[in-house]
C-alpha cells in the first residue's frame, strides 16, 4: 500500500497531456451534446400542449420556457425535461398562460379577406379553427390574429364553428363571443340570409346568448304599369309561391294591362309584405302610369292619378292603410286632362274600357269592390271628358234568384255607381241609373262563364 | 453519468490510457514525487471541484466541463492505479527471478 502511494506521487507529469485532451474533449464535444439535449428535450415534450416553447442548452443545463394551459401541464413539461438523461439542471421558465376575463373571439369577414382574432383555449382549437375557415371561406384569405388564452366558456369550439359557418353567409360582418354571449352584424350575402342566420343561431350551445343584428339586401318588390304598351310588370321577390299566385291573381283584377310577371321567390320577406304589396297595387290601379317601388318596409308610389280627386284620395288614403311601421313616400301628380270628345267617341271609349272588364260588387250587394276602383277611375276619366249628352248607367244581373231582387239589386248598383261618379266631381243631373235586372242577358246563363258576362254595368251615352 | 460515459467514452478511454501508461511508468520512474503537501493540497482543490459539480454550483457550459475535467481525471486516476498496479507485480517477479536492475529506493 505504501508503495501505491509512492506511486500515485509520480502520476501528475500525466495530468499535462490529460489537461490537453480535456481542452479538447470540451472543444469538440460541447456543441452536440447541447443540440443532443435540446432535440431529447424537444421529444420528451412531444405529447405536451404548451405555448411559445422554447429550449436552450448551455453545457448539460436547459433553459425552458413555455406558456402552460393548466399547472399540472406545467410541473409535467418540466419534469419531462429534468428527466431527459444527461441533463443537469433545468432552469425553469414556464408559466400559465394568461387567463382572459372577458374570454373575446373575432371572425370579421371583410371584402376579400377573413380575419380571426381574440383568443383561443387551446393551440389544437385555434389549428381546428383555422381549418373551419378555411374550408367554408375557400379562395379567401384567412389572416390569423389569434392569441392563446385560458378562460374560455364550455363548448366554446362548437359555438365559434357555428359562427365560422354563419359569418360565411355573410358579405360583411363581425361575429364575436364573449364569454357566453354572442354578437354578430354585418350585411347579409343573399335576400333571406338574415333570416337563414337567425334561425342557425337557435343551434348555439346551450347558455349562449345572442345578438345579431344582420343586415340584408333589401327584400324589394317592384311594379311598373305602363298605358302605351298596355302591360303591368311585376319584378323583384315574393316570400313564396303561394303569396306569389295571391298576388298575381290581385293584380289581374286591379288591372286591365297584361301582366308580365318576373317575380321570384325569397325568404327576407318583412311582416305583412303580402297584404301591404295588395293594398299598394290598389293605389298604382288608379294611376294612369306610376311605378311602385316596396323595398322593405319603404312604400314608394309615382305617377299620374287620372283625375284631381283620385290623386288627393291615392296621396291620403295609402299611408293611412299600411300597417304601423311602413313608411310611405307617394310621388303622385294628376294627368293633364284630356281634350273633350263628343258623345260617339265618348260612347267609343266607355265600350272599349268595358269591353276587357267589368265593375265588379260584393255577391248580392250593391257595394263596389275596391279591386274596380282603377276602372272606375278610367270611366270617371272618360266621363269627364264627355262633356254633353246623357250617360246611362245601366246595371245588370244574371239569372239567379228571385227576379224583382235582381232588378233592385241592378237598380242599386247602377245608382253606386254614379254615386261614385257625382263623388268624383261630375254633376248628377248628367247620369240616368237603370236596372234591368236579369233581362237583358249578353250570354247564356247556364254556365258560370255566361252568368259573368251578364252581371255587368254598361255606360250608354245618349244625345 | 452513464450518458456521459455513452457519450464520451472515446475521450475516456484515451485518459484511461493515458492513465495505464503513466501508471506503468511511474512504478520505475527516477524523479522526485509530488511533495506531501503539494498532494495534500491538490486533494484538498479535487475534492472541492467533486463537490462543487455534485452540488451543481457551476452554471451552463463551466459546469460541464469541470463535470467532464473530473471523470477524465477520475478515469485517468484508475488508469494510473491499474498501470502501477499490473508494473508493480511484473517488476516484483523479475526480483524473486534474481534481477537486480530494479531497487525499491525513491526513484
Redesign the interface.
Same mark, same amino acid.
Given at each position: 500500500m505504501r508503495?501505491?502511494f509512492? &506511486? *500515485?506521487?509520480?502520476? &501528475? !507529469?500525466?495530468?499535462i !497531456?490529460?489537461t490537453v485532451?480535456?481542452g479538447? /474533449? $470540451?472543444w469538440t464535444?460541447?456543441a452536440p451534446?447541447e443540440a443532443?439535449l435540446s432535440a431529447q428535450a424537444a421529444a420528451a415534450l412531444k405529447d405536451s400542449v404548451l405555448d411559445k416553447t422554447t429550449i436552450s442548452a $448551455? +453545457?448539460?443545463?436547459i433553459t425552458f420556457s413555455a406558456d402552460a394551459f393548466s399547472e399540472q401541464e406545467r410541473s409535467n413539461a418540466v419534469a419531462s425535461v429534468e428527466a431527459v !438523461? +444527461?441533463v443537469?439542471?433545468v432552469n425553469d421558465r414556464t408559466a400559465l398562460v394568461a387567463e382572459a376575463k372577458p374570454f373575446v373571439w373575432t371572425i370579421e369577414r371583410g371584402v376579400g379577406k377573413v380575419t380571426l382574432g381574440g383568443s383561443a383555449p387551446l393551440p389544437v382549437v385555434r389549428n381546428k379553427l383555422l381549418d373551419a375557415a378555411r374550408a367554408r371561406f375557400a379562395g379567401i384569405d384567412i389572416a390569423d390574429r389569434m392569441d392563446l388564452k385560458r378562460g374560455a366558456s364550455p363548448r366554446f369550439e362548437a359555438a365559434a364553428i357555428l359562427l365560422i359557418g354563419e359569418t360565411s353567409k355573410l358579405k360583411t360582418g363581425k361575429a364575436t363571443i364573449s364569454d357566453l354571449t354572442v354578437n354578430l352584424s354585418g350585411m347579409a350575402r343573399e335576400l333571406g340570409g338574415r333570416e337563414a342566420i337567425a334561425a342557425a343561431l337557435k343551434n348555439l350551445p346551450e347558455g349562449y346568448s345572442v345578438a345579431d343584428d344582420i343586415q340584408a339586401p333589401p327584400y324589394v318588390f317592384e311594379a311598373n304599369k305602363d298605358p302605351v304598351s298596355g302591360v303591368l310588370t311585376l319584378t323583384g321577390y315574393v316570400p313564396d309561391n303561394a303569396i306569389h299566385a295571391a298576388i298575381v291573381a290581385s293584380a289581374g283584377r286591379k288591372f286591365g294591362e297584361k301582366i308580365v310577371d318576373k317575380l321570384k321567390a325569397s325568404l327576407g320577406a318583412p311582416a305583412g309584405f303580402d297584404a301591404v304589396v295588395t293594398r299598394a297595387l290598389r293605389s298604382l290601379s288608379r294611376l294612369s302610369t306610376g311605378r311602385l317601388v316596396v323595398s322593405d318596409r319603404n312604400v314608394e308610389l309615382s305617377g299620374d292619378a287620372l283625375y284631381d280627386l283620385a290623386g288627393k284620395q291615392i296621396r291620403a288614403d295609402l299611408p293611412k292603410d299600411l300597417p304601423r311601421g311602413w313608411e310611405t313616400k307617394t310621388d303622385v301628380s294628376v294627368k293633364p286632362s284630356a281634350s273633350p270628345v263628343d258623345p260617339t267617341v265618348c260612347q267609343q271609349l266607355f265600350g272599349e274600357l268595358l269591353e276587357r272588364r267589368t265593375i265588379q260588387f260584393e255577391a248580392g250587394q250593391a257595394t263596389l269592390l275596391l279591386d274596380s276602383i282603377g276602372l272606375l277611375d278610367q270611366l270617371t276619366e272618360t266621363a269627364l271628358r264627355c262633356q254633353t249628352g246623357i250617360i246611362e248607367i245601366v246595371g245588370h244581373t244574371d239569372s239567379d234568384g228571385d227576379a224583382s231582387f235582381n232588378q233592385t239589386l241592378s237598380e242599386r248598383r247602377a245608382q253606386a255607381v254614379v254615386d261614385f261618379l257625382v263623388k268624383a266631381g261630375l254633376p248628377p243631373n248628367r247620369f240616368t241609373p237603370i236596372g234591368h235586372g236579369s233581362t237583358q242577358p249578353i250570354a247564356a246563363n247556364d254556365t258560370d262563364e255566361g252568368k259573368a258576362k251578364n252581371r255587368r254595368i254598361d255606360f250608354i251615352v245618349r244625345q | 453519468m452513464?450518458?456521459?460515459a455513452g457519450?464520451?467514452w472515446v475521450?475516456l478511454v484515451? *485518459?484511461l490510457l493515458? +492513465?495505464l501508461?503513466?501508471?506503468w511508468? /511511474?512504478?520505475v520512474?527516477r +524523479?522526485r514525487?509530488?511533495s506531501r503537501s503539494t498532494?495534500r493540497w491538490l486533494s484538498v482543490m479535487i475534492l472541492a471541484l467533486i463537490v462543487a459539480a455534485v452540488m451543481?454550483v457551476v !452554471?451552463?457550459?463551466?459546469?460541464? &466541463?469541470l463535470?467532464?475535467?473530473l471523470v477524465?481525471?477520475g478515469v485517468?486516476?484508475v488508469g494510473?492505479?491499474v498501470g502501477? &498496479?499490473l508494473r508493480?507485480g511484473v517488476v516484483s517477479r523479475q526480483s524473486s527471478g534474481g534481477s537486480t536492475e530494479h531497487s *525499491?529506493g525513491?526513484?
Amino acid at each position: 500500500m505504501r508503495g501505491f502511494f509512492r &506511486w *500515485s506521487g509520480k502520476w &501528475w !507529469p500525466g495530468i499535462i !497531456p490529460l489537461t490537453v485532451l480535456w481542452g479538447l /474533449a $470540451a472543444w469538440t464535444t460541447t456543441a452536440p451534446l447541447e443540440a443532443d439535449l435540446s432535440a431529447q428535450a424537444a421529444a420528451a415534450l412531444k405529447d405536451s400542449v404548451l405555448d411559445k416553447t422554447t429550449i436552450s442548452a $448551455a +453545457g448539460r443545463d436547459i433553459t425552458f420556457s413555455a406558456d402552460a394551459f393548466s399547472e399540472q401541464e406545467r410541473s409535467n413539461a418540466v419534469a419531462s425535461v429534468e428527466a431527459v !438523461p +444527461g441533463v443537469r439542471r433545468v432552469n425553469d421558465r414556464t408559466a400559465l398562460v394568461a387567463e382572459a376575463k372577458p374570454f373575446v373571439w373575432t371572425i370579421e369577414r371583410g371584402v376579400g379577406k377573413v380575419t380571426l382574432g381574440g383568443s383561443a383555449p387551446l393551440p389544437v382549437v385555434r389549428n381546428k379553427l383555422l381549418d373551419a375557415a378555411r374550408a367554408r371561406f375557400a379562395g379567401i384569405d384567412i389572416a390569423d390574429r389569434m392569441d392563446l388564452k385560458r378562460g374560455a366558456s364550455p363548448r366554446f369550439e362548437a359555438a365559434a364553428i357555428l359562427l365560422i359557418g354563419e359569418t360565411s353567409k355573410l358579405k360583411t360582418g363581425k361575429a364575436t363571443i364573449s364569454d357566453l354571449t354572442v354578437n354578430l352584424s354585418g350585411m347579409a350575402r343573399e335576400l333571406g340570409g338574415r333570416e337563414a342566420i337567425a334561425a342557425a343561431l337557435k343551434n348555439l350551445p346551450e347558455g349562449y346568448s345572442v345578438a345579431d343584428d344582420i343586415q340584408a339586401p333589401p327584400y324589394v318588390f317592384e311594379a311598373n304599369k305602363d298605358p302605351v304598351s298596355g302591360v303591368l310588370t311585376l319584378t323583384g321577390y315574393v316570400p313564396d309561391n303561394a303569396i306569389h299566385a295571391a298576388i298575381v291573381a290581385s293584380a289581374g283584377r286591379k288591372f286591365g294591362e297584361k301582366i308580365v310577371d318576373k317575380l321570384k321567390a325569397s325568404l327576407g320577406a318583412p311582416a305583412g309584405f303580402d297584404a301591404v304589396v295588395t293594398r299598394a297595387l290598389r293605389s298604382l290601379s288608379r294611376l294612369s302610369t306610376g311605378r311602385l317601388v316596396v323595398s322593405d318596409r319603404n312604400v314608394e308610389l309615382s305617377g299620374d292619378a287620372l283625375y284631381d280627386l283620385a290623386g288627393k284620395q291615392i296621396r291620403a288614403d295609402l299611408p293611412k292603410d299600411l300597417p304601423r311601421g311602413w313608411e310611405t313616400k307617394t310621388d303622385v301628380s294628376v294627368k293633364p286632362s284630356a281634350s273633350p270628345v263628343d258623345p260617339t267617341v265618348c260612347q267609343q271609349l266607355f265600350g272599349e274600357l268595358l269591353e276587357r272588364r267589368t265593375i265588379q260588387f260584393e255577391a248580392g250587394q250593391a257595394t263596389l269592390l275596391l279591386d274596380s276602383i282603377g276602372l272606375l277611375d278610367q270611366l270617371t276619366e272618360t266621363a269627364l271628358r264627355c262633356q254633353t249628352g246623357i250617360i246611362e248607367i245601366v246595371g245588370h244581373t244574371d239569372s239567379d234568384g228571385d227576379a224583382s231582387f235582381n232588378q233592385t239589386l241592378s237598380e242599386r248598383r247602377a245608382q253606386a255607381v254614379v254615386d261614385f261618379l257625382v263623388k268624383a266631381g261630375l254633376p248628377p243631373n248628367r247620369f240616368t241609373p237603370i236596372g234591368h235586372g236579369s233581362t237583358q242577358p249578353i250570354a247564356a246563363n247556364d254556365t258560370d262563364e255566361g252568368k259573368a258576362k251578364n252581371r255587368r254595368i254598361d255606360f250608354i251615352v245618349r244625345q | 453519468m452513464v450518458y456521459l460515459a455513452g457519450f464520451h467514452w472515446v475521450w475516456l478511454v484515451i *485518459s484511461l490510457l493515458l +492513465g495505464l501508461a503513466m501508471g506503468w511508468i /511511474a512504478v520505475v520512474h527516477r +524523479g522526485r514525487g509530488l511533495s506531501r503537501s503539494t498532494a495534500r493540497w491538490l486533494s484538498v482543490m479535487i475534492l472541492a471541484l467533486i463537490v462543487a459539480a455534485v452540488m451543481h454550483v457551476v !452554471p451552463g457550459r463551466f459546469g460541464y &466541463w469541470l463535470d467532464l475535467g473530473l471523470v477524465m481525471l477520475g478515469v485517468y486516476l484508475v488508469g494510473c492505479a491499474v498501470g502501477s &498496479w499490473l508494473r508493480d507485480g511484473v517488476v516484483s517477479r523479475q526480483s524473486s527471478g534474481g534481477s537486480t536492475e530494479h531497487s *525499491s529506493g525513491t526513484l
